[in-house]
């Protein structure tokens, strides 16, 4: 490859022979393709990293190259998750551009990622494996609990009464949080109970925002629906759906503001490039919204935004955007957001048309 000078994001490095001897030295792998997409440099890491010897990637298309890495669940537009021989990667691309600006090709970098997913697999295992652990003494506590209350055990006075109400109330309070994290767990292992069949979001979806609607009365709110009568029934489980639709509208009743509305839209597009059809669901609120330092961690599991609003008092333990974003991710689909502090908040996911698709399966979408 000719000795030029390029630029990446405005940086100028040394000539590229120099920066190749460099390159060669890095844990990470870095592959240069040109402006038609063939392989022109590929340092030693790649190779390791893939199995492949530089000399064979040479002259062979990227594309070619990348296909034969299983995509993972969790990969999104800007970085890709594979596995290779028992090695977890993530794949990130860059544009390289000449001085002049000229598009010059692509460079790809690939991060060896095992160490930080197993990490992540551990941690899931231990909150499944804990979880399942205390469920079982707290519904044995939650009957017993009730069998007081009904008199089972004999009359309660007054005092009596309202110490079981309170430890009932906890009681519940604490299987919901643990059932969540099960949940969450099953989400994210592709360990889900799935019932093959369609969802119709224009019937799902109204239906939500009904159960939905006596909540959001009790701050002087209403629920707005908008459905595109062109909508297709979607091949997923109408349960997980239902999950993501209302956890969504939940979150947007409670960081509302009083009074104001929440609006649930549904259209159906189709991408130019690949002819694939999604189901684009958005969830919009007139509330506090999310600061911009916060929105990029706002679907972290256990994270919990600050709200500086008086009426806002947040609660759980910041799991339901989490386990939103794995169940969207579990269909192929993309979920984002959009927020101005005091102004409010939208969210918006995409769920693929695909027939006899079930979570987990993984696939090229361009989306």
Sequence with gaps: MPQRRFTMNGITPSPLIEAQQILDLLADGVIFSDQDGMIAYANEAASHLIGIPTSAMIGRPIT??????????????????????????????????????????????????TAEHEAEEA??????TVSHELRTPLT?????????????GGELNDNQRQFTTTIHRNVNRMVQLINSLIFASSVKSGRLEYISGHTDLGQL????????????????????????????PL???????????????????????????????????????????FAVVSVRDEGVGITPDE?????????????????????????????????????????????????????????????????????????
Aim: glycine share 8%; proline share 5%; net charge neutral.
């Design 140 to 152: 044995a506590i939650k009957g017993y609990v009730e069998m007081l209350a009904s008199g089972a």
């Design 64 to 113: 070619d190259l990348l296909t034969r890495l299983p995509l993972l669940s969790g990969s999104t537009a800007k970085a890709a998750k594979f596995e290779l021989n028992g090695r977890y990667l993530q794949g990130k691309a860059a544009t390289v551009q000449m001085n002049d600006g000229s598009t010059q090709g692509i460079l790809t970098t690939l991060h060896d990622i």
């Design 235 to 277: 091949q997923a489980d109408p349960i997980h759906m239902a999950t993501i639709l209302e956890e969504l509208i939940t979150n947007s009743i409670k960081f509302n503001r009083p009074g104001g509305k929440v609006w649930v839209t549904a259209v159906p597009e189709t991408s130019v490039e690949s002819k694939q059809s």
């Design 205 to 232: 979806i109204p239906q939500i925002s009904r159960e939905l609607q006596p909540k959001a009365a009790e701050d002087g709110q209403q629920i707005k629906v908008d459905i595109d009568k062109r909508l297709q």
């Design 123 to 128: 941690k899931s295992t231990f909150l499944s």
């Design 295 to 367: 929105q990029p961690h706002i679907f972290d599991e256990f994270y919990r935004a600050e709200r500086t609003s008086a009426h806002v008092r947040a609660t759980g333990m910041g799991m339901g955007l989490s386990i939103v974003r794995a169940l969207v991710e579990a269909y192929n689909g993309r979920i984002w957001l959009k927020s101005v502090p005091d102004q409010g908040s939208s969210f918006t996911f995409i769920i693929p048309h695909q027939p006899d698709f079930s979570p987990g399966t993984t696939s090229h979408l361009s989306v």
